[in-house]
């Protein structure tokens, strides 16, 4: 199975793709988190990516592309199940995914009110190395801000201040979005890789989305 979220910042992308990982093995592969990775270099492109990171706008697509295909190209068949959390973001990257050969059964849209996303984005902690994020108010860690499984300590990103957040929904709403509708469009004429779009009302529970989810992925647990 290959799967895609596709939502807003604070949707629940990366608690989703938690989720599917340790009940039922998904390999995720998490943009944000290659771009990251980048981010440690000392190089031009690491400097360009935290640059765009922390005003909240999108890394461009052909420095995306770059990271992320090689990514697919190395790991689609090394896995039973794949996931990629935040990748495709643009029109012009769903086009690469497009020209791609590999298919996707789901692109789940993680669909949420944009007051709920302020509020879970800005007051999480997260461990960046491996995308633990946690909800300080609803699912705190058991000692605040230590990372409940490594002991290492939890950060608020740069990018979770307040006045980001509310760019990065605004570079959501005018980069992301469309693609819903572009995807719908591709299904209904029988082009493009992504087989099948799901709207999942992700204002609700972490663990009913997770049902909402596994429902249309018929895994048995
Ligand atoms: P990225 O790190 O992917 O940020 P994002 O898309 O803004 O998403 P978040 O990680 O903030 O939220 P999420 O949907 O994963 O929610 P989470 O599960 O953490 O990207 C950062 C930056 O990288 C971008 O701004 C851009 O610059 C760059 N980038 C990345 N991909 C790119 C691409 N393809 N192209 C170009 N640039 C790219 O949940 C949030 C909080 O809510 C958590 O605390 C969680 O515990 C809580 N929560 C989750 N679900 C629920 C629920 N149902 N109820 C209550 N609380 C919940």
Redesign the pocket.
């Known amino acids: 199975m290959k799967i895609i ?1 596709l ?11 938690q989720q599917l990982k340790t009940k039922f093995g998904y390999h995720v592969i ?4 290659a ?2 990775s980048y981010m440690q270099k000392d190089c031009a492109l690491g400097q360009e ?1 935290r640059a ?2 922390d005003a ?6 052909a420095v ?1 592309w770059q990271v ?1 295909d090689s990514h697919i190209k190395k790991e689609a068949n090394a896995y039973p199940h794949l996931l990629l ?6 029109l012009n ?1 769903l086009e690469m995914l497009n020209r791609g050969r590999e298919t996707y059964d789901y692109m789940f849209y ?1 669909d ?1 009110d944009e007051q ?2 302020i509020e ?2 800005c ?2 902690r ?1 461990h960046i190395e491996s995308g633990r ?4 108010k ?2 705190p860690p058991k000692k605040a801000d230590i990372d409940d499984i490594t002991g290492e300590a939890l950060i608020h ?1 740069a ?2 201040a307040e006045a980001v957040v509310k760019k ?1 929904i605004a ?2 709403l005018e980069k992301t979005q469309p693609i819903v509708e572009q995807v719908r469009q591709a299904i209904a004429t029988g082009s493009g890789q992504i087989k099948k779009i799901i709207t999942i009302n ?5 663990d ?2 997770t049902e909402a989810i596994i429902a249309q992925l018929g895994h048995a647990e």
């Open positions: 979220l939502g807003a910042p604070g949707s629940g992308k990366g608690t989703q793709a998490t943009a944000s988190n771009l990251r990516i765009n990171m909240g706008q999108l890394v461009s697509d995306v992320i959390d935040g990748f495709p973001r643009s990257q993680l949420v709920a996303v879970r984005v007051g999480r997260v994020v946690y909800h300080t609803f699912a990103r990018d979770d990065r570079t959501y992700a204002n609700a529970k972490i009913a989305v």
